[in-house]
């Protein structure tokens, strides 16, 4: 990435000397990294500073999001590895993990060289891709969230999924539908469960109220009173039987 920012012969100076281990004591911070090199024809070490912009907590929560809901991406970092393809993540929150052009990047060093950027701070940047390939995580922090405060969020943000999946819903009351009272047709007609088993059904029989109750004590000229008020119970849903008094 460094390199497509078209510098060639600078960086090809510092991706030597990083490699000869000139790059000392870098440190990545929220927005900030800073290294000391010092070159072989160097009479000191110099420090370098290369700075992005932080992402903000909005940006951050909808990475945290995205990435919660994709085990693979949190498996792949903690394994030490960047995941493939959590690139589309930031991009769908409308951010890049990387820099895409020297406008996105802020560099210093104290050797105070032109122009910049100077072999130090080329340096510094192959040391800095060195330490992101070791550990995902500082590419992270570079952006404005440290190793334990991201995954502390990621697994509050799972297990505030997992409390709401486990959350459960109100059960649905079933509407009985109305009939209206001046229709006893459809009164009696409809069907009714009263009871738990197939004989306890009645449908269509007016007077299966009266089998439903257990007896009453009372009696009429010795007979229970269900059985006295059946004939009436039958009168009801019978057209020709309504106003009868036997």
């Known amino acids: 990435m460094f390199e497509s920012l078209r510098m060639g012969p600078t960086f090809a100076r510092g991706r030597r000397d990083e490699r000869a281990g000139h790059v000392r004591s870098l440190t990545v911070s929220s927005s900030l990294a800073v290294a000391m090199v010092r ?3 160097d009479p000191a070490a110099f420090r370098s500073r290369i700075a992005v912009r932080a992402f903000g907590a909005a940006g951050w929560a909808r ?3 995205a990435l919660v809901k994709e085990a693979r991406f949190v498996a792949g970092l903690l394994d030490g590895r960047m995941p493939a393809g959590i690139e589309a993540v930031f991009t769908a929150a409308e951010l ?3 820099p895409l052009s020297l ?4 560099m210093d060093c104290s050797c105070e060289r032109w122009p910049m950027p100077c072999a130090h701070l080329a340096a510094t940047c192959y040391a800095l891709a060195r330490l992101f390939q070791e550990d995902p995580f500082e590419v992270f922090a570079w952006r404005g969230r440290h190793r334990d405060e991201l995954l502390m969020r990621l697994r509050r943000l799972r297990e505030s999924a997992a409390v709401e999946g486990l959350v459960e819903k109100p059960p649905v009351k079933e ?9 006893l047709d459809g009164f009696w007609g409809r069907e009714l469960d009263l009871g738990e088993t197939p004989e306890e059904t009645f449908s269509g029989r007016s007077d ?3 089998d439903q109750l257990d ?5 009429h000229h010795g007979r229970p009173v269900n059985e006295v008020l059946r004939p009436a119970f039958r ?5 020709e039987g309504v106003g009868r008094t036997d």
Do not use: R, Y
């Not at 509407?175 to 229709?183: F, G, M, N, R, S």
């Open 39 to 41: 070159g072989p024809e």
């Open 63 to 65: 990475v945290e999001a």
């Open 96 to 98: 890049t993990l990387l």
């Open 103 to 106: 406008d996105e990047v802020a």
């Open 175 to 183: 509407e009985i539908p109305l009939v209206d009272p001046a229709d």
């Open 208 to 210: 299966a109220l009266l």
């Open 215 to 219: 007896p009453p004590d009372l009696t």
């Open 235 to 239: 009168a009801l849903s019978d057209p």
